[in-house]
């Protein structure tokens, strides 16, 4: 089956841009999650639908950092203004419900903020 | 914050055993112990979870103690594929919990 698809794959922009990443989910999962990666460190949670409705945003910088998930099915991410320190890997997963399924991994976005 | 310690980095040689331990002294009863990798440039990939017994698939075992407080990660012959940052993860399954990432343990598989 395929898998979770992520694009761009890179991007480079200046500070204070914004930049938009999208998300297309493995076919009929339910639950999406954003998570950002810093070098070096493990990926930290940024959002988590179900369906089309947020479950949990709580580390979501609302100042800067939007989500959505039209329909149920894929999801953007954007970030207006961009700092340097937003300069890191953002992932998309999904998985077919919350609980205890595995979650499946697209391959990220690497974003680079000059 | 992450609910798991695991060692920053490991060395293993190729064909041998990689033993990968995890300290999870607070686990509650319902939460399982999940583990996954990520190798470089790609997302994490889930290897194993389990509750209590141990587990075994086509990627590697799973060693739970008997306390539940700690639990190793076996891949019984590392090859340098295996090269990765493994993590492990202790989650509820009620609700929508979702994974929380430590800094993982960086394996590195030498030929």
């Known amino acids: 089956e395929a898998g979770v698809a992520q694009s761009p794959r890179y991007k480079i922009i200046e500070k204070r841009q914004s930049v938009a990443f999208w998300c297309n989910p493995i076919s009929g999962h339910a639950t999406l999650y954003w998570y950002q990666q810093i070098l070096g460190q493990g990926p930290k949670l940024l959002i988590q639908f179900q369906n089309n409705g947020v479950v949990d945003d709580s580390q979501l910088p609302k100042d800067r950092f939007s989500a959505e998930r039209l329909k149920g099915v894929d999801s953007t991410l954007k970030i207006q203004p961009a700092k340097l320190e937003d300069s890191a890997v953002y992932l998309c997963?999904?998985?077919?419900?919350?609980?205890?399924?595995?979650?499946?991994f697209g391959s990220g976005t690497q974003l680079s903020v000059l | 914050d992450a609910k798991t310690t695991q060692p920053p980095s490991m060395d293993c040689a190729e064909g041998r055993a990689a033993n990968l331990p995890c300290n999870h002294s607070t686990i509650s009863g319902n939460e399982y112990v999940y583990w996954y990798r990520q190798i470089h440039s790609q997302g994490p990939q889930y290897i194993i979870h389990?509750?209590?017994n141990n587990e075994t698939n086509e990627m590697a075992s799973l060693i739970i103690t008997e306390d539940r407080k700690s639990s190793t990660l076996i891949l019984p012959h590392a090859t340098l594929r295996d090269t990765a940052v493994y993590y492990c993860i202790v989650r509820s399954p009620s609700g929508n919990t979702p994974l929380v990432f430590g800094k993982g343990t960086r394996l590195s598989v030498i030929a």
């Open positions: 389990g509750l209590k």
């Open positions: 997963a999904s998985s077919p419900a919350g609980g205890y399924e595995k979650l499946f």
